[in-house]
């Protein structure tokens, strides 16, 4: 909620010694500072990736309406440095796209045209100075135009205000519902129905958008558009043939016959189609500038969902205030972002904690209606059981580290929320998704890493979900081969058959790499076995978590891919030899979240810091970006997954302080304050900024939080004071405090740990003292 300020100016006006008029002025309520104004949402936007923009939407939104402007091409979306805009997008989830919309005016133009020649299309150049992009409200000034544009949004609808300029001549808004993305996909079936010269209701039918190995990408976007102001006519366009109203009886032309076209006035009230579609709705000159608002809601069920969505969020609680919808949203991302709160003195530091704070919590997309309805993995209408319950979209590659220790700690509701998504899916198909992208079984990342999730709350203390039935279907997740699911695609974890035949999975029979993911799957699993009394699968699993070590090669010291004779693959270079998920022989070495311990036993303390040491070193002078994949020079990859735990390995080698000097190069490093710089590698769903926030914090759990007493690792808090606000949910305390005294840039060394007035030896501290509430005192030097 916001809060204000209110005073008074009381004065007196004297002529020497006489009094000559005593009054009062009231100042106008102003706002005060929140933690929303400390959010750009700019940041990080060039050379970002497809879900990467300055999205307005509330937490787990299935709405993230944002500007597009880039063509179909890698990391394509919205690109800080391109000065035109194609339109407004609703969706930038994993996988999922569509449904753009943009205000023109003049020639009718139904192409966006390429990025480098808005000329050529409907797009717009900006003007960047007006860009304005705020928790809450989108706003620019198309300067081609002469249009401003304002977004705003609630869960499941947008409101957007379009004002023309009062010499706009043909004023359109105009629906384009095959908008170019970052990987190819069709649109199968459209089919758009004027309601009214008011409303628009319609859907959208996608497929193929990428989604991994043997797996399929099938939904339907359904909406219903209410406009303030009616529309005189509305046209369309199927591939290359343009249908408008001043068209002769409302016949169809190419783009090439449509300028000699007769113009006799013919409205049309359907529009239907596959392939290239959109519709467009003309609206009357005006003497001066004039506005039209547009709300818009979707869904992934019916066009009644879409109806209901936007009745219940936007329409009854709002009407046309776009305003208020935006204090809405900042009020809820205020409810979030001050669960933390930081003492600092540098202005840049403020914007960069809250900045990635926004994004790891905005990371999350739920597919579901306000009603609790969904379409499962085979399109059929389901229901949610609990009102308040969602499903949920997004990764779980290595988002133990640490996108979802950030949930468990600080939004626990979302954990809870994530859990139960995931279970109820599994119950309804009998198998747990890798990615539910648009409640798919997409499989487009590697393992089991829900397990994590599931168990690592349930560890924090959220328990209001079904561990047992989650337990039943992850343990049939990694004895079970994979197979094709019904509802299409691919179920299953898909190299699981080589890996429980040879203890390992051989070059050429799938990537080696995926060992050290499913022993770390299968250690959680045997955590969850043995908290619910199964001995025997504790066992088993357990035994199971140790087939890392059958790739470990004592020799060289690395993880090393072998055949199914179990013979080394030579010539063996740990940066370059093939067989690891995006990362290499060295990435992988270090993938031991379950018992760093080991590794280090086996590679020799001696040689593990060191060759760690100078890994980091080397890949400091790239800022821990792997520049043009040179992993030889710059081994260590902060920009992917694979390598987010490395810099806290330390601690279990007994040099807690390269553990503090190599975590804090990171963040002063790799993260940046700027659209250019704050992700120099791929912020991939919430994980960098993740990473940031718990650094910035000082708390890491290398296995996820999932052992059988959960600890945080300390790392190198940045600032002098954060108080983390627990609220009493899920049977926490208050608040924790964490007083890291003289922290700065330069005091990033810890030189005595204080708990709650107890000392502290060593590098951890229990999960459930820092959740309990309470105090921790940290002494910080050079």
Partial sequence: MLNYSVAELRFTIHDGNQLVYRGTVRLAPQPLHTYADDVDLLMGTGNSRWMYKPSISLPLGMVQIAPDNEDETWKAGYEYTIENISGFNHFCDWTIDGFLMQPTCGKLQVNPGPAD??????????????????VGKYSVFMTDTQIKAELSATDRASIQAYTFPSNCKDGRILVDLYAPSEYLHNLQDAHVVKVSDTEIEGYATYFGAYTGYSAEQYYTIHFVMQFDKPFTTMGGWVNDQIKAAQEYQG????????????KIMQDIHEIHGKGDVGFFLSFPEESGESTVKVRT??????????????QKELVEPFGWDLDEVARNARAQWNDYLQRVEIETDDYLQQKKFYSN?????????????WDGRFRDEREQICQLESPGDRIISGEYWNTFWDNQQLFNLLAPEISSKWARSAITLYKNSGWFNTDPAGIEHTGVMVAMHVASQIWGAWQSGIRDFDLNTAYEGLKKMLLTPPQQYDGGGTVGVEELVPYMKYGYIPQGMGRPSNTMEYAYDDWCLAQMANHLGHTDDYNYFLKRSANWTNLFDTETGFIRPKDKDGNWISPFDPYHTPGFTEGNAFNYTWFVPHTPEK???????????????????????ANFNASGDDFANYPINHGNETSMEVAYLFNWAGAPHLTQKWVRAIQEQYYGTTPYDAYPGDEDLGQMSSWFVMSAIGLFQMDGGCSQTPVYELGSPRYPKITLNLGNKYGRGKRFVIEARNASKENKYIRSMY????????????????????????????
């Fill in 297 to 310: 809601g979707v869904s992934l069920v019916d066009i009644a969902g879409a109806r209901n969505n936007l």
């Fill in 357 to 369: 704070l926004y994004r790891a919590y905005a990371a999350k997309a739920s597919w579901s209606d």
């Fill in 599 to 621: 590794l280090i036993a086996l590679m020799g303390r001696d040689r593990f810091v060191s060759r760690l040491d100078s890994a980091m070193q080397k890949s400091s002078f």
């Fill in 251 to 262: 016949a169809w032309y190419s783009t090439h016959e449509f300028e000699t076209a007769p």
């Fill in 117 to 134: 020649n808005p000329d050529a299309g409907y797009r717009s150049r900006i003007d960047k100075s007006t860009e304005k992009a705020e």
């Fill in 755 to 782: 708990l709650n007035g107890k000392k502290v030896k060593g590098f951890k501290i229990h999960q459930k003292d820092v959740l309990k509430g309470g105090k921790l005192v940290l002494e910080m030097g050079k």
